[in-house]
């Protein structure tokens, strides 16, 4: 494992204000992501993972604290360059999917390639695009539904669009946020496997937030957020992750 982590996040805090109140999400977390592993993140629903999530991928800004990519800060970045970095670099997934309802599954795929490119460098780079999101279609297997809408797809083909359209223009980290969390348990197994072999087989390295306890086996660590902070993993895993063993 390299020195430089990947990612690396030191004494994050963020406080949102609603009315009067102040809540207090992140409290100094601290967390590392290597190059090339696939990292779950458990926690109770309000324990601050989305938020994570959020700042980890340049969405928004921590009150305290920086976030470094290969040693560089990004956490203050002004917001052209935030914005170009975060395309190159990041992918999201997310429980809902969030496609466009109107764009077929190789316009999804297609538009954040598009939004990355100028009308020319459209123009002239459109065929090669089109191959990649072809061939980003066929990776996650959804060939055969290239024109269909998403509501003409299930949620796992919606969960595996998504990933296509996430990984379009080849970020180096996937920040994935209870992927499957709408789905169940078969088409939970189908992104999951594919999560794995694009971890394993492609080099990418993977963020993943979960409820699921069963999903994080086969991920190669897990923390866990408890109010804002991680927790130390093996202590507090060993009592659920026996079970879940136990079980099968
Ligand atoms: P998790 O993903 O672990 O469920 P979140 O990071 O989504 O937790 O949220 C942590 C806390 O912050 C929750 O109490 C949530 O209501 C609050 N929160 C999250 N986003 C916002 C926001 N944009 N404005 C106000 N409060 C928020
Ligand atoms: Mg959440």
Redesign the pocket.
């Known amino acids: 494992m390299n020195a430089t982590p990947l990612l690396s996040a030191t004494n994050l805090q963020k406080a ?1 204000v ?1 009315f009067a109140n102040r ?1 207090e ?1 992140l409290r100094g977390l601290e967390i590392d992501v290597a190059e090339g592993e696939f990292l779950s993140v458990i ?10 999530l959020h700042l980890l991928g340049t969405l928004d800004q921590p009150d305290e604290g920086t976030i470094h990519l290969e040693g560089r800060r990004i956490d203050n970045l002004p917001s052209q360059e935030r914005d170009e970095l975060r395309n190159r670099t990041f992918g999201f997934i997310f429980q809902f999917y969030h496609l466009l309802p109107e764009l077929s599954v190789l316009e999804n795929v297609l538009a954040p390639a598009m939004i990355q490119h100028s009308v020319w460098s459209w123009w002239w780079n459109s065929g090669e695009l089109h191959e990649a999101a072809l061939a980003m279609i066929e990776r996650v297997g959804l060939s055969h539904r290239l024109t269909h809408r998403p509501q003409e797809l299930s949620g796992g083909e919606m969960q595996r669009a998504a990933i296509a359209r996430a990984l379009i223009n080849r970020p180096r980290i996937l920040l994935a ?1 209870e992927p499957t969390g709408n789905l169940d348990a078969a088409n939970g197994q189908h992104v999951m496997q594919l999560l794995r072999s694009l971890n394993e087989h492609d080099g990418l390295t993977i963020v993943m ?1 979960t409820h699921n306890l069963e999903l994080v086996r086969d991920t190669d660590r897990v923390v866990r ?1 408890i109010d804002g902070r991680v927790e130390t993993p093996e202590k507090m895993l060993a009592p659920p992750l026996a079970e879940v063993g136990a079980a099968t």
């Open positions: 949102y609603k809540i999400v926690g109770n629903s309000g324990s601050g993972k989305s938020t994570m946020d937030v957020l």
